[in-house]
């Protein structure tokens, strides 16, 4: 019998239609790219089983298991079932035992953040954990990724959704000795916003980008992260064939819960202005920007969000980035 | 005396002592750690028992509840200074028994070292010390092996236990306050054995100032200071005059803490330092701690809580280090 298979039903299933005829391979998200160890048996099992024993691990921090006979694909997402509940993925009903419900949204990755990281400003898989519930399964294409600090080591300026990890640096001038040690620190890995006045440090408040390093480097606690978390919020960042730009800031300190309701308003604005010439129903966020205007985004993105009084907000966001599709 | 309380009792109790006297004594600091979301363990005020972190040792001493990181000595105009109120409640501190043995370090240097140094002075007659107990060795410790896992120079001891707390009085301006609970013989809870064990060297000599191992620790130090700002033996302090920005005949002095490790420690008039090498600085200190106190005062400086390994951000282990120096020693 020939091979007869909806590749479109399939694509959206997270498996992947491969250049050979009659493989595919299939992809496990992993959120934050945080997981039990335990996962990584389950996947060997499926690669060596069903598979040609290789796994790709993916760009967004997930597993592809490759050389599977698409013939098996059935077989196969009934054994990603433990996979998707030990990870906790949603999954709408219907699909127990079917795989994934929907691949557009991409996994939600992170930098290995504050479970590790030194720098890191907050948990970043945690995060991760949590968007990915809010905004997965969804077949839009989406991009989130969380960073624990300015460093960037995730790339999330390459996001539709770019999620910056920032603490607000607290001083207790009683603590400090005076050793410079903040504002070298700040100097060298930073942006260099401390300098001493009287023996005391003060922070320019308009240059500090958050990142934490004078508290890392105070050696008597004289600097402290602030109890509440903030991040920064860049937007619509991309590669691709068309028009590759870094994501730009939208929101500078800002809090959890407005960033998780600005993304799902964005999934409305989406669905709104999509082009309905978009292949597969997939079309970047800031094309969609750039064709309806930054204000609608906005109007959309901002719907129920009440900013907290230090969260900066840029009201017009303009990206450059290389234009491959513009040339004259 | 001993007494037994319910941890009731003695909350009422310990909420009455907070009135009339201002209670430090280690808590537990949520996420003001060096890393996000990581606690410290430090002194500040406390107003009632269940604030106090009686398992964790404290990261940073109880030094700074007895000698102030930032003090001003005098406010001054142009032709006046002024002079500011030493504290007017008396104080009680809680601590370890590693860490009353720092105090008699501190009373040595600001008390009986040629002068008497009336700030110091004026706060430490106020001061009455309350003993935690270690009912086991911390992890980098090693009173043991220094002398200073015992101590009756106490005022108070307390320990909770489950639902009840114990009480050995030592000083009478407390017998009053305890003298409902049931009588029980209470003896402290006293470490006998760390996991750390240090030696120190004999034989300190000239030769030994140009060891090796100073130049390989010293290479590996960052100069930030932490083993000295954590540790209840130091003492170092320099001046700050500081002119007030609105007006500058205006200001006042202050004393802070400061390191021999920090940059600046030795500098001089035309930017002269005298311990610009970090071996220089490692060795310094080192030998103050183990050997050029000692020669002054007939006994170690260093108590053994070793607070100074647990901070150090460059795994510098300083019990390690004088192991090994005692090993060079031989
Ligand atoms: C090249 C010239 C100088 C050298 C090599 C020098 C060296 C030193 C040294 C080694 C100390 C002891 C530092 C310490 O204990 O930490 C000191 C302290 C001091 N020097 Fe100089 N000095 C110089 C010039 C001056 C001048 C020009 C003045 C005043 C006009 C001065 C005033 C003082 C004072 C007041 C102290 C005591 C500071 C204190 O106790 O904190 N020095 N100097
Ligand atoms: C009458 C002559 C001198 C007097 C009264 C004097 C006084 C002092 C005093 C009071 C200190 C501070 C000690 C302490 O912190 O416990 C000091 C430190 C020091 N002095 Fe002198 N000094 C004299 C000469 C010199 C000379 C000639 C030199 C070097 C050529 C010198 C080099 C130093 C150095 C390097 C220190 C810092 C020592 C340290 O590491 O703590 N002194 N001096
Ligand atoms: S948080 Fe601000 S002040 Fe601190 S190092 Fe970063 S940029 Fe500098
Ligand atoms: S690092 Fe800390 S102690 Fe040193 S100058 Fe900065 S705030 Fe003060
Ligand atoms: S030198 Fe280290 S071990 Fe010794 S008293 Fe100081 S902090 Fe404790
Ligand atoms: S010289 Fe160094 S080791 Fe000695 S008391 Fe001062 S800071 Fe501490
Ligand atoms: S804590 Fe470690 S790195 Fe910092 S000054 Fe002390 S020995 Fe050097």
């Known amino acids: 019998m020939s091979l007869d298979i909806n590749t479109k039903k399939a694509k959206k299933n997270a498996w992947r239609i491969s250049k050979e005829r009659g493989i595919g391979a299939s992809r496990i998200r992993v959120p934050g790219g945080y997981c039990d160890a335990e996962i990584l048996g389950m996947v060997q099992q499926i690669a060596q089983e069903y598979g040609n024993g290789y796994v790709h691990l993916t760009t967004r921090q997930g597993f592809e298991i490759e050389g599977i006979h698409l013939e098996d694909m059935e077989e196969v997402n009934k054994k990603l079932q433990p996979i998707i509940d030990k990870v906790g993925i949603n999954q709408y009903d219907e699909d127990k035992e079917k795989g994934y419900s929907a691949s557009g949204t991409r996994n939600v990755s992170a930098c290995i953040g504050n479970n590790v990281c030194p720098f890191a400003n907050y948990n970043t898989s945690e995060l991760a954990r949590r968007i990915d519930k809010e905004i997965y399964p969804n077949d839009l294409h989406f991009k989130v990724a969380c960073t624990g600090c300015s460093n960037d080591c995730a790339k999330v300026r390459m996001h539709d959704f770019g999620i910056i990890g920032m603490t607000m640096p607290q001083y207790d001038p009683s603590r400090c000795i005076s050793c410079n040690a903040c504002v070298k620190g700040c100097q060298s890995l930073s942006v260099g916003a ?128 290389i234009h491959f599709d513009n040339k004259h | 005396m001993g007494y037994k309380f319910s941890k009731d009792e003695m909350a009422k109790i310990f909420a009455k002592l907070a009135q009339d006297y201002d209670v430090f004594a280690p808590v537990v600091k949520k996420g003001d750690g060096t890393f996000s979301d990581v606690d410290v363990v430090r002194y500040d005020q406390v107003t009632s028992l269940d604030e106090i972190e009686f398992n964790k040792k404290s990261d940073y001493s109880f030094k700074e509840a007895l000698l102030p990181i930032n003090e001003t000595l005098f406010y001054f105009t142009e032709d006046e200074t002024t002079v500011p109120k030493g504290p007017e409640k008396k104080r009680l501190i809680f601590l370890r028994s590693c860490d009353i043995h720092a105090v008699k370090r501190l009373d040595q240097i600001y008390l009986d070292n040629k002068f008497e140094d009336f700030y110091y002075k ?204 005692a090993k060079e020693c031989e």
């Open chain 1, 194 to 321: 401390l300098r001493m006045e009287n023996y005391k440090i003060v922070r320019d408040t308009e240059k500090c980008i958050g990142c934490g390093v004078c508290v890392t480097k105070c050696p008597t606690r004289a600097w402290t992260r602030s109890q509440k978390k903030y991040y920064k919020l860049t937007i619509m960042g991309r590669t691709g064939k068309k028009n590759p730009r870094l994501g730009k800031d939208f929101l500078v300190w800002a809090d959890e819960d407005n960033i998780v309701k600005i993304i799902k308003n964005t999934y409305d604005f989406v669905e709104e202005y999509i082009s309905p010439n978009a292949p597969a129903r997939k079309e970047h966020i800031g094309y969609i920007i750039d064709r309806v205007g930054f204000e609608k985004f906005k109007e959309y993105a901002l719907k129920d969000v009440e900013l907290m009084p230090e969260t900066i907000i840029n009201n017009n966001v303009y990206w450059d980035g």
């Open chain 2, 122 to 325: 004026r706060t430490r007659e106020m001061v009455r010390f309350v003993l935690m107990g270690c009912p086991n060795t911390c992890e980098n410790g090693f009173c043991a092996s220094m002398g200073t896992n015992e101590t009756n120079q106490y005022d108070l001891y307390i320990k909770v236990n489950g639902d009840n707390a114990f009480v050995d009085v030592k000083n009478d301006e407390f017998t009053e306050t305890f003298k409902n609970g049931a009588l029980e013989d209470v003896k402290p809870d006293f470490v006998k054995e760390n996991k750390v064990k240090v030696t120190l060297p004999k034989n300190i000599t000239k030769e030994t100032m140009s060891s090796e191992l100073f130049k390989e620790y010293g290479s590996r130090c960052i100069n930030c200071g932490r083993c000295n700002f954590v540790c209840p033996t130091c003492t170092c302090f320099s001046m700050q005059d500081i002119f007030y920005k609105d007006n500058e005949k205006v200001g006042e002095r202050r004393r802070v803490w400061a390191s021999c490790q920090v940059d600046g420690y030795t500098e001089i008039a035309g930017g002269h330092g005298f311990r610009n090498d970090n071996s220089d600085r490692m060795r310094f200190k080192v030998m103050h701690k183990i050997h050029d106190f000692e020669q002054r005062f007939g006994y170690q400086m260093c108590v053994g809580c070793g607070r100074c390994d647990d901070v150090c951000p460059e795994y510098i282990s300083y019990s390690t280090l004088i192991n090994k120096l």
